[in-house]
């Protein structure tokens, strides 16, 4: 069965760090393409980070440029989004989304990914 699980999410202050993982099993990660997404309260979800199959590269909303990266351990079949000096505006759930043809350029779109997680809480508050 094929599947995406995320942990990680939770409470944390403003400034803090927050490591989200992404487990899949089924299928190996290997070849895919990296996206997350988040979705606040009230809004429609939105593209944060994304790391690229084909060279590791990582392409970042402005929100987030600096801040979050986006790594992958094909041992523990695992994709990571570790998020430094969290703002309230980060708080939403957070999505890990795996496709095999993500193009550089239409990596924030929904429709490019096959396979999406269930998703996990990041609250920022003090």
């Known amino acids: 069965q094929v599947q995406l699980v995320e942990s990680g999410g939770g409470l944390v202050q403003p400034g803090g760090s927050l490591t989200l993982s992404c487990t899949a099993s089924g299928f190996s990660l290997d070849h895919y393409a990296i996206g997350w997404f988040r979705q606040a309260p009230g809004k429609e979800r939105e593209g944060v980070s994304f790391r690229s199959s084909v060279d590791g590269s990582q392409y970042d909303s402005d929100d987030v440029k600096g801040r979050f990266t986006v790594s992958k351990d094909n041992a523990k079949n695992t994709a990571y989004l570790q998020m430094n000096s969290l703002k309230p505006e980060d708080t939403a759930v957070y999505y890990c989304?795996?496709?095999?043809?993500?193009?550089?350029?239409?990596?924030?779109?929904?429709?490019?990914?096959?396979?999406w997680g269930q998703g996990t809480q990041v609250t920022v508050s003090s």
């Open positions: 989304a795996v496709g095999t043809w993500v193009g550089n350029r239409r990596w924030f779109l929904i429709n490019e990914y096959d396979f």
